[in-house]
């Protein structure tokens, strides 16, 4: 059984930075590609950033210059930092796992993964 545990989240001054854990389990880490996805109030959910099994990166162009993603495959751990953040960054932010073996493309909708984790809530106070 595939779990997502994300851990990091919390209240943040505006401007600060974030850094996001989550830690998989249940199948190969390696194999797959990443994601994070957040949840504002009111709001739908959306794509953050995402990593492949091969080390490709993706962002949402909107926060493409303040985010970044990474992978450990020895920890089965995926990593979302974000810097500069400001009031609207609060939601709920939750990691995913791509239900497609070594997919290598560019294209990351939230049907594309299996697996969520619980969310962590990060909110930024002004």
């Known amino acids: 059984q595939v779990q997502l545990v994300e851990s990091g989240g919390g209240v943040v001054q505006a401007g600060g930075s974030l850094r996001l854990s989550c830690a998989s389990s249940?199948?190969?880490?390696?194999?797959?590609?990443m994601g994070w996805f957040r949840q504002a109030p009111g709001k739908e959910r959306e794509f953050v950033a995402a990593i492949t099994w091969s080390v490709k990166r993706y962002y949402a162009d909107a926060l493409n210059d303040r985010t970044t993603i990474s992978r450990d495959n020895a920890a089965n751990t995926v990593e979302l930092r974000m810097s500069f953040l400001k009031p609207e960054d609060t939601a709920v932010y939750y990691c995913?796992?791509?239900?497609?073996?070594?997919?290598?493309?560019?294209?990351?909708?939230?049907?594309?993964?299996?697996?969520w984790g619980q969310g962590t809530q990060v909110t930024v106070s002004s």
């Open positions: 249940g199948r190969t880490f390696g194999a797959y590609a």
């Open positions: 995913a796992g791509d239900r497609r073996p070594y997919y290598d493309g560019s294209s990351f909708p939230e049907n594309s993964f299996a697996y």
